[in-house]
């Protein structure tokens, strides 16, 4: 497409800062499957699969501003829930 490579190589932004957006939502993603493998001593693929569910069910809020996820309840970062949500979605 013409118009879009800066002369550096580097494709623009068509819309200014939603890179730094999209940097902040993929950390925040990463950030919270951390705390779910922490809390509930998970492996990531398993850790990945109870953010998938909580996300599918609308037990987690995004931040978009911070790219920060925080659950609806506390409860949802126990151990013992962690867990069930793991032999739920396996």
Same mark, same amino acid.
Request: glycine residues 12%; aromatic residues 6%; charged residues 30%.
């Given at each position: *497409?013409? +118009?879009?490579?800066?002369?550096?190589?580097?494709?623009?932004?068509?819309?200014?800062?939603?890179?730094?957006? +999209?940097?902040?939502?993929?950390?925040?993603?990463?950030?919270?499957?951390?705390?779910? *493998?922490?809390?509930? +001593?998970?492996?990531?693929?398993?850790?990945?699969?109870?953010?998938?569910?909580?996300?599918?069910?609308?037990?987690?809020?995004?931040?978009?501003?911070?790219?920060?996820?925080?659950?609806?309840?506390?409860?949802?970062?126990?151990?013992?829930?962690?867990?069930?949500?793991?032999?739920?979605?396996?």
């Amino acid at each position: *497409m013409r +118009g879009l490579r800066h002369r550096h190589g580097r494709s623009r932004e068509r819309i200014p800062g939603t890179r730094a957006i +999209g940097t902040r939502l993929a950390q925040g993603e990463d950030n919270f499957v951390d705390t779910l *493998m922490e809390r509930g +001593g998970i492996s990531r693929p398993a850790a990945e699969r109870v953010f998938d569910y909580y996300r599918k069910h609308k037990l987690v809020k995004r931040d978009f501003a911070s790219g920060v996820y925080s659950v609806k309840h506390g409860a949802l970062l126990d151990r013992d829930v962690i867990l069930r949500a793991v032999a739920g979605t396996t």
